[in-house]
């Protein structure tokens, strides 16, 4: 069965420093999303993509953190300078298109210190 | 805003107990709902979803969820959990002709005791 792939699994990192994450979505899956779960609450979309063009961003703070998904497959999220709220989990989660059900991938969990 | 709300934070169940969560949502237009389950150390998994017809959906490992459209309501229920239900559970909802964001409620732990 195919499915989300995320690297790394887990990221500890300084503050200020620079972290990126990694997704690639199942394959032919158009749209993907990166989502941030904070502990005890649910995921929150930061950023949607439509192949390769940016669907919704309104929750991405962009001052610090970008998301690129170049030929419209894989994908990348970065923060720079990380902070300590910063710490959670980051997901990505695909689908075929936007009406889709949406397949999640196994996270990145992120610590900063 | 749009929000999702989960009533319960932590559940504890003795085996063939019964089970219902509570999943209430703030849109007024149509929706899509699911339910999304996460097993420790697993990624988030789809129980159900509905988006039209009829309003009791079963999912997945014997779970149902009923869609009360005037309660804006979407619960989760299981006539009989095993200890391998325990997990957390997500409502989730997806306001209809939106670009498929997926709003979360804050989850419910479910502790399935032997």
């Known amino acids: 069965e195919a499915e989300v792939a995320q690297s790394p699994r887990y990221k500890i990192t300084e503050k200020s420093q620079a972290v990126a994450f990694w997704c690639d979505p199942i394959?032919?899956?158009?749209?993907l999303y990166w989502y941030r779960q904070i502990l005890g609450q649910g995921p929150e979309l930061l950023v949607q993509?439509?192949?390769?063009?940016?669907?919704?961003d309104s929750q991405l703070p962009k001052d610090r953190f970008s998301a690129e998904r170049l030929k419209g497959v894989d994908s990348t999220l970065k923060i720079q300078p990380a902070e300590l709220g910063d710490s959670a989990m980051y997901l990505c989660?695909?689908?075929?298109?936007?009406?889709?059900?949406?397949?999640f991938g196994p996270g990145t969990r992120l610590t900063v210190t | 805003a749009q929000s999702v709300s989960q009533h319960n934070h932590h559940v504890i169940l003795s085996e063939a107990a019964s089970l219902e969560l509570g999943c209430n949502y703030s849109?007024?237009?149509?929706?899509?709902l699911f339910w999304y389950v996460q097993y420790p150390g697993q990624h988030l998994q789809l129980l159900l979803k509905?988006?039209?017809?009829?309003?009791l959906v079963k999912g997945i490992k014997g779970f149902e969820a009923e869609f009360i459209k005037s309660k804006f309501s979407f619960n989760l229920r299981k006539p009989s959990v095993q200890w391998s239900d325990t997990a957390e559970y997500f409502c989730?909802?997806?306001?209809?002709?939106?670009?498929?964001?997926?709003?979360f409620g804050q989850g419910t732990t479910l502790q399935v005791k032997p």
């Open positions: 993509f439509q192949d390769e063009s940016v669907v919704d």
């Open positions: 989660a695909s689908s075929l298109d936007m009406s889709y059900e949406q397949y």
């Open positions: 989730a909802v997806n306001p209809s002709g939106n670009t498929g964001k997926l709003i």
């Open positions: 849109y007024g237009g149509t929706v899509n």
């Open positions: 509905y988006f039209s017809g009829d309003p």
């Open positions: 394959s032919g899956h158009a749209t």
